[in-house]
């Protein structure tokens, strides 16, 4: 299989979790006998400083040109103070407008090998397998107006949650889907008891589960979800939710894993390239230290094996390999909970290596076999 991926590093600890991600595909390449090409763009603070923009147009063709698209982290505080339309996060905001991706795929899993970096105890997120399914183009991230004016005489603000219904349709569609082939039950969060958006979402939600009857459908109101997250993680199968919530309860949702750099995603288009990315930001406090965690940015990759390409058992190669490197007590300095850390790219080469050496291992079978 020959493929295109469109690599957008971005900013701070971006550049080197992306440079792990390639590494890693490189070496299932190579033991699948794949072809990836990657070809590399400008997107956030560092487009800004080179370009004048968060999202060059030649960024975009890139990836459109591409049969997916990885991607770093954008930010930092060195564009804080720009005005609104030209920070990094802007960059990230239009690439999925340009892109079309509505839905945004947060896995939530438990590791065991991890477990005690978690601050909650192991009974309550043992066995934990959770995919929170986010809305990612709607909302109050892109509702118009979204302005600062005077209101009675003095400063004031509006921002605008704004969807049309086929948007929530199907969202909350492709969650049913996805939980047809998981656990059969979807968690729909709103705050139906409060905004008349989320009657509509409940709604939608009700005469989308008509069509799926062996999936469980269940709602629960928003600051419910954020406590049920804690108290018992483990009830839930795929929850999906609107853009605002959902970037909320996925972040949340870390803490079952006790680290950010352990969760990766993915963003699914109408119809383009799907985009892949780790969903920890670029932590530019410890850019170039060689400390960061590479491991939600190398299962992105892995997501973007089976959902893009259909390669399902590469992905369990890397899915597999991260285990093993885990449960072998290699650790980053953010999951090592005070035992001896390994850095960025040594625990890349640790996968890198568990992926070939695996393969190595499987063919001196056959051959004595």
Same mark, same amino acid.
């Given at each position: 299989m020959k493929k295109t991926i469109a690599v957008l590093p971005?900013?701070?600890?971006?550049?080197? *979790?992306?440079?792990?991600a390639v590494s890693v595909l490189n070496a299932v390449g190579e033991r699948f006998g794949h072809q990836f090409t990657f070809n590399y763009?400008?997107?956030?603070?560092?487009?800004?400083?080179?370009?004048?923009?968060?999202?060059?147009?030649e960024t975009i063709e890139v990836c459109k040109n591409s049969d997916a698209v990885l991607l770093g982290a954008v930010g930092g505080p060195k564009w804080e103070n720009l005005p609104g339309d030209l920070r990094p996060e802007k960059g990230l905001l239009r690439i999925r407008k340009e892109?079309? +991706?509505?839905? @945004?795929?947060?896995? *939530?899993?438990?590791?065991?090998a991890t477990a005690e970096?978690?601050?909650?105890?192991?009974?309550?997120?043992?066995?934990?397998?959770? !995919? *929170? *399914?986010r809305e990612l183009t709607g909302g109050l991230y892109f509702g118009k107006p979204s302005e600062r004016r005077q209101v009675d005489g003095e400063d004031g603000v509006v921002d605008t949650l704004s969807y049309k219904k086929s948007?929530? &349709?199907?969202?909350?569609?492709?969650?049913?889907?996805?939980? &047809?082939?998981?656990?059969k039950k979807v968690t729909s969060v709103d705050k139906a008891n409060v905004l008349e958006s989320s009657r509509v979402w409940r709604e939608t939600a009700e005469e989308v589960a008509k069509d799926f009857p062996e999936v469980k459908v269940e709602h629960m109101l928003v600051d @419910?979800?954020?406590?049920? +997250?804690i108290k018992n993680p483990k009830q839930f199968d795929v929850l999906v939710t609107e853009n605002m919530f959902g970037d909320i309860l996925s972040d949340e949702a870390s803490v079952l894993t006790g680290s950010l750099g352990m969760l990766p995603s993915a963003s699914i288009s109408v119809e383009g390239p799907n985009l892949y990315e780790p969903i920890h930001g670029s932590a530019p406090d410890i850019e170039g230290k060689n400390i960061a965690n590479p491991v939600a940015m190398i !299962?992105?990759?892995?997501?973007m094996l089976k959902t893009s390409f259909g390669l399902d058992k590469e992905a369990e190669a890397i899915e597999s390999a991260v285990r093993q490197v885990l449960e072998s007590g290699s650790r980053t300095s953010d999951i090592a909970n005070g035992k001896k850390a390994i850095g960025t790219n040594e625990m890349i080469e640790e996968i890198k290596a568990t992926i070939l050496e695996?393969?190595?291992?499987? @063919?001196?079978?056959?051959? @004595?076999?």
């Open positions: 971005g900013d701070g600890i971006g550049k080197e *979790v992306t440079r792990g763009a400008s997107i956030g603070g560092g487009a800004i400083d080179e370009f004048e923009t968060p999202l060059p147009d892109l079309n +991706l509505y839905a @945004n795929l947060r896995p *939530v899993s438990y590791y065991a970096n978690s601050p909650l105890r192991p009974e309550i997120i043992e066995g934990a397998d959770m !995919l *929170v *399914v948007e929530i &349709e199907r969202i909350i569609r492709l969650a049913f889907e996805l939980a &047809e082939k998981r656990g @419910n979800a954020a406590m049920q +997250l !299962l992105s990759a892995a997501m695996n393969q190595a291992t499987l @063919n001196k079978m056959n051959n @004595n076999s």
